[in-house]
């Protein structure tokens, strides 16, 4: 026997037969899922339309319609009835009469009934003015009556809806934020409201009508899937606590999760997390595409007006190595080729970011389904663009969060997709694990001018809970993930420890400064034996600032950090040591001594380029990660001028400088008196190849006599070419490093690197007087982090007023 046939059995054109059979239905059928609700509402069809049939017999012009969530078959147990009795207008008082023996029976059996009598022509302009009612009568769906009449009425609010859609969208995406606003984001939420909260059913509905405009779409894959997911917790959330409720309590989730078939609560909660993150995303990116053709139909016929009727060319502006921008989103260059450049998720990940744009979708797509896995260990750039990507501040989240949706971080980062969406029960935590790291990173990203090495810290930030995707101590279990991922990611063996003493040890400050005695030395010792170094210190305390920020506003206070900020500088006294002196660079190989004596033969500029042909063999024994770039040489006559017109030539060639050192070598005895500076070098073309040696040499040697404008070429690249900045990062830091050397005064400088940086630098430290010594430079992902030494011209230390007065006028140049 039938379902239908089984309702028959009772007397459904009544109340107490239909009552019974949706009893029936609720409790003993199947579980929550579309075919309940599609039974639900095939049930309750059938009983409106017998009341219909039984209460207008003989009326012409009458229908009955279901709008809104019954329109499109999705009742929950305990969902109102949206209902429209529509007619011509022809007899109001039968309609009303009508109305009664309709909405009474609804009445009577205790269900939440939304109704409204109207003509097409009320209904039309009730929509006009109504948002919320031109949203419902998008899902109008015929029930008993004049089947013409609803036919008419759907035509022409769908014909309304896509005329009026370049007013109304707006207004649906201003509605969707206030709302969002309100309710929080669904995916974070340990007590979500699975309708109302960002990435809940109302955003799903939203995106359905933006859909039936014809003026964008939302990306399907998974949608429908996850739309489904919210609706069967609603269902089971309704049976659970008999009420009409889309909030899904803590006290209720057990019973819900059982209801549905799962394991636990944190299980129900994951997958709620996830449906919501798919929804999200599809918002996301679907209002990004509306605002796009909204904006390109106001500007095309302007455009089309200057052009003479012609179509508007597409502006893309290169952003990195196979990346563009185009219509205000990251995408891949017409060359990009994803199959033969394993680094190009990481790098159009990084260069969005830094711009401050969102990831194309159909770029990411294109990337998850043609990229090829990195080798292990990851090359170097690669690193680099996982630190520059983590480096840049709250863009990173979205771009992140583009990435995770096509299954992109748990390819690269396999231990992620234990910690992703879940659940964090401690009501200090606002967020998931897995965004509670992002989260970090982004806070640490603010912090870096405090470290010396910010791409180690950056990482610890994105792996300290890494462990709690495991059973047991999350910081012990992360020591043991982190030693693999950082291996993985290409640190080497020193880096990996430090990684690991931070995952492990990320609690110690905050736990020791607010629960232990600091006048204990015992306390303070134990600390500096688990940290070991300074700087290893150093890193400690911004991970720790960071990770409590981005717990909540719980976690973190002024008063915890005086508390932090005092056992570091107890943990630092014990740690302090002799520094070490300038760092002894060695004695010079046999190309750097050629170079030298040929510079010196010659009086200008030699260098040598060498283009990496092949991919670095990493050796294994060794520990050290492959290099980044390319080497460049230089040997240059000792003369004022010369670290600006290297770092100048680099920067108009677009030579991006990924380390650099500079010192003074010596001659040979065999050759004449003189010296000459080593400058030896690893730089990467910002995109494109890189240029030719002979070309370099012959800018640098016109950068030396002054004939090279090198200030008047940048500055008219930059007018050209403005450099998209998408997040205001930390200010530059520039400080004198007490005792660092007895022969010079060390300027230490941390700041966003950006082309042209170290000219600047060269030419405000020309600009001062003074003669660097030896420099060693590094760029960290999106961080600059360079000590300078200096001297006096006759080769002194500075005193200590006109260092103080050298840093803080360096650390105003580069803020300027």
Request: hydrophobic letters at 45%.
């Amino acid at each position: 026997m039938t379902r239908r046939d089984d309702r028959k059995e009772t007397d459904d054109s009544g109340p107490s037969g239909y009552a019974a059979a949706r009893l029936h239905l609720l409790t003993e059928g199947e579980r929550p899922g579309p075919p309940r609700r599609a039974a639900l509402a095939e049930l309750t069809d059938d009983w409106l339309a017998g009341l219909f049939a039984t209460a207008a017999p003989g009326i012409k012009g009458v229908s009955l319609v279901a709008v809104g969530g019954y329109g499109r078959g999705e009742l929950s147990p305990r969902s109102d009835l949206d209902l429209l009795l529509l007619h011509d207008g022809s007899d109001p008082t039968a309609v009303a009469a009508l109305a009664d023996r309709l909405w009474y029976p609804v009445w009577d059996l205790g269900l939440t009934l939304d109704h409204s009598v109207r003509t097409p022509a009320e209904a039309r302009k009730t929509a006009g003015d109504d948002l919320k009612v031109h949203l419902g009568l998008l899902d109008a769906r015929h029930l008993a009556g004049d089947l013409g009449l609803t036919a008419g009425l759907r035509t022409a609010v769908l014909a309304d809806w896509r005329n009026q859609a370049p007013k109304r969208l707006p207004e649906l995406q201003e509605l969707c934020a206030e709302r969002a606003e309100r309710q929080g984001e669904l995916r974070y939420l340990l007590e979500p409201d699975l309708k109302e909260a960002h990435g809940g059913l109302r955003d799903a509905t939203a995106l359905r009508a933006v859909a039936a405009s014809w003026l964008a779409d939302a990306p399907r894959e998974g949608l429908a899937d996850a739309r489904r997911r919210l609706l069967d917790a609603r269902d089971a959330l309704h049976l659970v606590t008999g009420r009409a409720t889309d909030r899904l309590a803590l006290q209720e989730q057990d019973q819900v999760a059982a209801e549905l078939g799962l394991l636990d609560a944190d299980t129900l909660l994951r997958q709620v997390y996830e449906a919501a993150g798919i929804i999200s995303y599809a918002g996301d990116v679907t209002w990004r595409e509306v605002n796009r053709v909204l904006r390109s139909r106001a500007v095309r016929p302007r455009l089309r007006a200057m052009l003479g009727g012609g179509k508007p060319p597409v502006e893309r502006s290169p952003l990195a190595e196979g990346v563009v921008e185009q219509d205000g989103e990251a995408v891949l260059a017409r060359t990009a080729r994803p199959e033969r450049d394993p680094v190009l998720p990481l790098r159009a990940a990084a260069a969005a970011a830094q711009a401050g744009l969102p990831l194309s979708p159909h770029a990411v797509r294109r990337l998850a389904s043609l990229a090829r896995p990195l080798p292990t260990p990851w090359p170097a750039e690669a690193r680099e663009q996982l630190v520059t990507l983590l480096g840049s501040g709250r863009p990173t989240v979205d771009v992140w969060e583009a990435l995770e949706a096509e299954g992109l971080i748990s390819r690269l980062l396999p231990d992620w997709e234990r910690v992703r969406c879940r659940p964090q029960r401690n009501a200090v935590h606002v967020w998931t694990v897995d965004r509670h790291l992002i989260e970090t990173a982004v806070r640490a990203s603010a912090l870096t001018r405090r470290v010396s090495r910010p791409d180690l810290l950056l990482v610890a930030a994105l792996l300290h809970d890494i462990g709690k995707g495991w059973p047991g101590d999350h910081s012990v279990a992360g020591e043991i993930i982190v030693k693999d991922v950082a291996a993985r990611i290409g640190f080497d063996r020193a880096d990996v420890t430090v990684l690991a003493t931070l995952v492990r040890h990320h609690l110690l400050l905050v736990e020791t400064a607010t629960r232990r005695d600091l006048d204990d030395p015992a306390t303070v010792h134990a600390v500096a034996e688990a940290v070991g170094t300074q700087s290893t210190l150093e890193l400690l305390h911004a991970l720790t600032e960071a990770d409590a920020l981005a717990t909540g506003p719980a976690a973190w206070s002024s008063w915890r950090g005086s508390l932090v900020d005092d056992l570091v500088r107890r943990v630092s006294a014990v740690l302090a040591g002799d520094t070490p002196d300038e760092p002894d660079p060695g004695a010079p190989t046999a190309e750097q001594e050629r170079l030298a004596i040929e510079a010196h033969r010659t009086g200008g500029p030699v260098l040598a380029l060498r283009a990496q042909t092949e991919p670095a063999v990493a050796d294994e024994d060794s520990g050290e990660p492959e290099p980044l770039g390319v080497e460049l040489l230089i040997a240059v006559p000792d003369q004022p001028g010369v670290l600006p017109a290297v770092a100048g030539v680099l920067a108009v060639h677009r030579l991006t400088v990924r380390t650099a050192e500079l010192r003074a070598l010596s001659l040979p005895d065999d050759v004449d008196d003189g010296s000459v500076l080593l400058l030896d070098w690893r730089v990467a073309a910002e995109y494109g190849s890189l240029p030719q040696a002979a070309r370099l040499r012959a800018d640098l040697v016109r950068a030396l006599d002054g004939t090279l404008d090198i200030t008047g070429r940048l500055a008219e690249r930059d007018a050209a070419y403005p450099r998209r900045r998408g997040w205001p990062a930390p200010p530059p830091r520039v400080t004198v490093a007490p005792a660092a050397s007895h022969h010079a005064t060390v300027i230490e400088v941390r700041a966003q690197d950006a082309p042209g940086l170290l000219f600047r630098i060269g030419t405000a430290l020309e600009k001062a007087g003074v003669r660097v010594r030896s420099m060693h430079v590094s760029t960290l992902g999106s961080n600059a982090v360079d000590a300078f030494y200096v001297t006096t011209g006759t080769g002194a230390p500075l005193p200590g007023e006109d260092a103080g007065s050298l840093a803080g006028v360096l650390e105003e140049t580069l803020r300027a």
